[in-house]
């Protein structure tokens, strides 16, 4: 019997840290590291979830066959970091200190670090950022060809590229449809996918550095809280569109360069300046302060300026790497709405965004280019759920359970699914912890909190008493996905809650808690395939209501990463205003939870690095 | 690394090869050397990939 080919893909030290273990082409692990350190975006050698990923297969360092980096750190360092550093010296004194440091100790010794932190001495495989990216997507997309658009903050160079990916045809000349002449040459019967990179942007113009920099003006956290700046802009209108063209030159054809005398990233600790505020007119947000008309209306005019521009990127894209099917990735790709936009132009057939579109995905790409190039590997089928990480038997919960001295309830699987569904009628909102841990950054029904979509009052009281975050902040929906047609503007599928679309018109009083302030909701769907005990929830649910959706948001509190294992759930559970927890099969509810054991708010808060 | 130990390589070698190539940059009135600062007199801003290098997975480069 064959050795079977364990891949391990990693990315790690900027932000996002994550690993993915594939085994013979199937992803059977991913997480990222934050989930382990508590340490949101933790950008830290993913030792933790390597840690985990090899006890969940069984196997040993000795088992790995290959080891990937998600981008090639010698072009990072030795051109664009020092070539920047020359471009804007004698500025950047305090920039270049801290990029020294970090490049000097750690970054820039990659394969010693990996082969010291976990014993390894077998191949180490780079590829370039956005190759991961695209790997990424089109690598578990399971679509035969794809137009391919990656955008980012930044990579190496790149900061947006329109790739091609083929799984029929060689990748160095992706045109020519002659794959049985291909697969002989490789010596394989099966069609191998591979992406050809076609056109890139380069640093420092970045749509998603652009969207930083506004989202660090407007007083939230960089690499961290752009999502709350899509969240903000229904609530304002494009008043500074025009203002917003000065910072940035879009042509046609969807490129772009950024006016750079607007921005300090390049050479400063910050990553806009004076000529930002006088542009705009008022100085940056003070972090927590007070939101006022013109944030919103700042954060809208940024996110009709993205969706503009992505449009143009994606048509473009369409004309030099023409293909029915779409695939996205990079930070920017996490931008819903856009994605939406994108949708609903009819460009093309079909989009597939995978749910770790970030950096953290780019373990994933690694991964598959390592199984795609290097072991001629057969192509995935079509990613269709996200839980690939940690999963605790129903013994793991009681022992925790026990440990923590709280009181419990055990019920039977249909008994779980009876009392659950019955107890979120209302006003009631339930941590829900089941299976496998998500990969990517969405909660998507295994470690979720979740409540009734039908009565408002539960936006309010999740945002402000459970989650500790800011008012303004939409929660979105889980949609049974027979039912999506019957609610959303939407005509498929939408399992990794990367599209946002409208709740129709007469639904939109029926589902108040997730429909945002312009009758969006960013949806996710479900079916009994991917989650069988989420789906037979909301099922439930619609049996008893007549409503087929359901609230979730993440099973975390403001700045906390998404909770990971039984003690963690238990943690958040008593520390906030949650009116119940399942834990698996295992019910607890507040009000019977001892009077020493719950709400130190304070001090459990304090753990966490707002965002 | 010490922080004075840097400042020195900054005002030294770094600062003499800024010099340097800012003075060629200069001379040579190309504004875009760095792929920084263009605005403005280009039809498109999209570049080519470098092109790929067999075996290049292997590299860090």
């Known amino acids: 019997m064959n050795k079977p080919v364990y891949i391990l893909g990693l990315s790690c030290y ?39 990923a090899f006890e969940y297969a069984g196997i040993t360092i000795e088992d790995i066959s290959a080891i990937g980096f998600y981008e090639k750190p010698f072009i990072k360092f030795f051109d664009r970091i020092l070539r920047t550093t020359f471009k804007v010296w004698p500025r950047g004194l305090m920039q270049y200190q801290y990029a020294m440091q970090d490049w000097m100790t750690k970054k820039l010794w990659i394969p010693q670090s990996i ?15 956005h190759e991961s990216h695209a790997y990424s997507s089109f690598g578990v997309s399971g679509f035969d060809d794809a137009t391919i658009v990656t955008v980012d903050g930044v990579g ?115 990553m806009t300046g004076r000529a930002i505020e006088k542009l705009l007119g008022q100085p940056r947000r003070k972090p927590e302060s007070d939101l006022e008309q013109f944030h919103k209306d700042i954060a ?39 994605n939406g936009k994108i949708l609903r132009s009819g460009l093309f057939k079909n989009i597939y965004i995978q749910p770790a579109s970030g950096d953290a995905g780019g373990a994933l790409g690694v991964a598959l280019a ?65 299976g496998r841990m998500e990969y ?84 996710q769907s479900i079916n009994r395939e991917q989650n069988e005990r989420y789906y037979d929830l909301i099922k439930a649910f619609e049996e008893k209501t007549g409503c087929g959706v359901i609230i979730n948001t993440s099973f975390n509190v403001r700045g906390e990463p998404i909770v990971r294992s039984p003690e963690d759930a238990l943690n958040c559970f008593l520390n906030t205003h949650m009116d119940y927890l399942v834990l698996g099969n295992y019910l607890l509810t507040k009000r019977d939870m001892p009077e020493d054991k719950v709400l130190k708010k304070k001090d459990y808060l304090e753990q966490f690095e707002l965002d | 690394m010490s922080f004075i130990i840097l400042t020195i390589l900054w005002l030294t070698l770094f600062g003499i090869y800024a010099i340097i190539i800012k003075t060629i940059s200069a001379i040579k009135k190309f504004p875009s050397l760095f792929g920084g600062g263009a605005r403005g007199g280009y039809n498109t801003y999209w570049v080519d990939p470098l092109s790929e290098v067999p075996n290049g997975m292997q590299d860090q480069f």
């Open chain 1, 440 to 523: 990517g950054p969405r909660a998507l029904g295994n470690r979720s909190i979740i409540a009734d979509a039908r009565n408002k009052d539960n936006w309010k009281k999740v945002n402000l008493k459970i989650k500790f975050r800011e008012s303004f902040r939409p929660f979105a929906p889980t949609v049974l996905e027979e039912r999506i047609g019957d609610y959303f503007d939407l005509d498929r599928p939408t399992p990794f809650m990367l599209l946002v679309a409208d709740v129709h018109p007469d639904k939109r009083d029926e589902i108040p808690a997730v429909t945002h302030v312009d009758g969006s909701a960013r949806i």
């Open chain 1, 14 to 52: 900027y932000h996002d840290s994550a690993c993915v273990l594939i085994k013979d082409g199937e992803i059977i692990f991913a997480a990222q590291e934050e989930r382990y350190t508590r340490k949101k975006q933790d950008d830290s050698f993913p030792n933790e979830a390597i840690k985990a």
């Open chain 1, 300 to 338: 809208r005019s940024l996110q009709d300026l993205t969706e503009e521009v992505m449009m143009k990127i994606v048509t473009y894209a369409k004309k030099i790497s023409p293909s029915d099917n779409l695939c996205l990735a990079g930070g920017v790709s996490l931008n819903c709405v856009a």
């Open chain 1, 370 to 434: 390592i199984w795609y190039k290097q072991f001629n590997g057969a192509k995935l089928q079509q990613m269709n759920h996200s839980y690939f990480g940690d999963e605790f038997s129903d013994d793991e919960i009681e022992k925790c359970l026990q440990n923590a001295d709280v009181p419990f309830l055990k019920l039977s699987d249909e008994g779980l699914i009876d009392r659950a569904s019955t107890l979120m009628e209302g006003d009631n909102v339930i941590g829900w912890f089941q």
């Open chain 1, 115 to 129: 082969r010291k932190e976990l014993g390894y001495k077998g191949d180490i495989f780079f590829i370039p950022h």
């Open chain 1, 156 to 270: 190496e160079w790149a900061t947006a590229t329109i790739g091609y990916g083929c799984a029929e045809v060689p990748s160095a000349k992706c045109q020519v449809p002659n794959s049985e002449t291909w697969n002989l040459e490789l010596g394989t019967s099966k069609p191998v996918p591979s992406v050809k990179i076609l056109k890139e942007i380069h640093y420092p113009h970045s749509l998603g550095l652009l969207y930083s920099a506004i989202t660090y003006y407007l007083g939230f956290k960089v690499n961290s809280a752009e999502y709350k700046v899509m969240g903000l802009a229904p609530y304002g209108e494009p008043k500074y569109l025009e203002k917003m063209r000065e910072l940035i030159d879009v042509k046609e054809d969807g490129s772009f360069a950024l006016n750079m005398k607007y921005f300090t990233y390049e050479h400063g600790l910050r």
